[in-house]
């Protein structure tokens, strides 16, 4: 049963912490996406990676967020330093394009909250 | 601007009813029309899709209605059960990118 997976699940920290959160994608996808999640602005599009590559990060803080995939079995998300403001759910996707659809896998999600 | 309006933001359905969510968009490109289901707690998951040159799909009691004309597609859940009781968010993609646009969700609570 293939699953996107991410750690940790759950993260409380102060603010001006450094948060990490990853994402294992499913085995043989080529697209890596990150959302965040809150009640006031739904889901938003952090970032997302094709074949490993940045091709969008333009709904991502640049100062404070970096995403990167080191290798195709491990994606990340960093904040530095974090504010309260950041506290959400951020959730790792994985896909890949069949018949010009493209469904995306969703994880459990890191909920973060940043004291 | 939001390029994919949802509406309702909430609704509520008695068991055995009809639950209807409804998107509007604005870009003609998009060309495949995805709905997810969230549960709390859990991550988003494909519920089912459409693309432009069909008008419904139907799989089990989840149908999509598309009306290109009107930019607009629904999803209606037939016999609605306390077990659909979830968030709903419609989406849709078009181009190499494919980036999913997402409307704001649908908090939906069926009634035993």
């Known amino acids: 049963d293939a699953r996107v997976t991410q750690t940790p699940r759950h993260k409380v920290t102060e603010m001006g912490q450094e948060v990490t959160m990853r994402c294992q994608p499913i085995?043989?996808?080529?697209?890596v996406f990150w959302y965040r999640q809150t009640m006031m602005q739904g889901l938003e599009l952090l970032a997302y990676f094709r074949n490993r590559a940045p091709l969008d990060d333009s709904g991502m803080p640049k100062d404070r967020f970096s995403a990167e995939m080191p290798d195709a079995t491990l994606a990340t998300l960093k904040i530095q330093p974090s504010e309260p403001r950041d506290s959400a759910v951020y959730f790792c996707a994985s896909g890949f394009p069949w018949g010009g659809t493209y469904e995306q896998y969703f994880g459990p999600g890191t909920r973060l909250t940043v004291t | 601007q939001q390029q994919v309006k949802q509406s309702p933001q909430s609704l509520i359905v008695q068991k055995g009813g009809i639950s209807i969510i409804n998107c509007a968009y604005e870009?003609?490109?998009?060309?495949?029309f995805p709905w997810y289901q969230q549960f709390p707690g859990k991550g988003p998951a494909l519920l089912i899709a459409?693309?432009?040159d069909v008008s419904e799909k139907k799989e089990g009691r989840f149908t999509i209605s598309f009306n290109k004309s009107a930019k607009q597609f629904s999803l209606h859940i037939m016999d609605s059960q306390p077990g659909d009781s979830a968030t709903y968010f419609c989406?849709?993609?078009?181009?190499?990118?494919?980036?999913?646009?997402w409307g704001l969700g649908t908090s939906l609570a069926v009634n035993p």
């Open positions: 459409i693309r432009p």
């Open positions: 989406a849709a993609t078009q181009g190499n990118n494919r980036k999913l646009i």
């Open positions: 085995l043989g996808h080529n697209t």
């Open positions: 870009n003609t490109a998009f060309d495949y």
